[in-house]
């Protein structure tokens, strides 16, 4: 089986950096390309403010702020993988999607039929961070291609 696809999930952490890696070398040793997905996760919709501000404007311009601080984040993480790419003379197309992780990726992979899907080892409990809560063990049962769980660089 030659490897043409492979589905990378991440948002810029340990773990996922760790999965990008990985990706990286895989696509360059096989000639693969990269879909790499970036999800903004649907607890942030939530993030109104709306039990400390108490004006509608307040709210507003909260709201705002936040949209323009996930949009830079995600822009800075989109950028620095396509140069890594790039470096690595890897083709990589990327998907920003909003909602549940899990539920993002194998939206995508139904899509684009990757041979392959890397993801980055689950946060450990306790480390503080960003965690997306992706469970590798429903993608196991649902995905169509082999899933590749990269384990946490020290």
């Given at each position: 089986?030659?490897?043409?696809?492979?589905?990378?999930?991440?948002?810029?952490?340990?773990?996922?950096?760790?999965?990008?890696?990985?990706?990286?070398?895989?696509?360059?040793r096989a000639?693969?390309?990269?879909?790499?997905?970036?999800?903004?996760?649907?607890?942030?919709?939530?993030?109104?403010?709306?039990?400390?501000?108490?004006?509608?404007?307040?709210r507003?311009?909260?709201?705002?702020?936040?949209?323009?601080?996930?949009t830079?984040?995600?822009?800075?993480?989109?950028?620095?993988?396509?140069?890594?790419?790039?470096?690595?003379?890897?083709?990589?197309?990327?998907?920003?999607?909003?909602?549940?992780?899990?539920?993002?990726?194998?939206?995508?992979?139904?899509?684009?039929?990757?041979?392959?899907?890397?993801?980055?080892?689950?946060?450990?409990?306790?480390?503080?961070?960003?965690?997306?809560?992706?469970?590798?063990?429903?993608?196991?049962?649902?995905?169509?291609?082999?899933?590749?769980?990269?384990?946490?660089?020290?």
């Amino acid at each position: 089986m030659s490897l043409r696809r492979i589905l990378l999930a991440s948002h810029g952490t340990k773990g996922a950096r760790a999965a990008e890696r990985a990706a990286l070398n895989k696509a360059a040793r096989a000639g693969a390309e990269i879909v790499h997905l970036y999800v903004v996760p649907d607890f942030w919709a939530g993030m109104k403010g709306d039990d400390w501000l108490n004006s509608p404007t307040a709210r507003n311009a909260f709201g705002d702020y936040l949209e323009k601080e996930l949009t830079r984040e995600a822009e800075a993480e989109i950028d620095r993988l396509n140069k890594a790419a790039k470096e690595r003379g890897v083709h990589l197309t990327t998907h920003v999607l909003n909602g549940d992780p899990a539920d993002c990726l194998l939206r995508l992979s139904a899509d684009c039929a990757p041979g392959l899907v890397i993801i980055g080892q689950p946060r450990p409990k306790g480390e503080t961070g960003y965690n997306s809560r992706m469970k590798p063990e429903p993608l196991l049962r649902a995905l169509a291609c082999p899933l590749l769980v990269v384990p946490r660089a020290s």
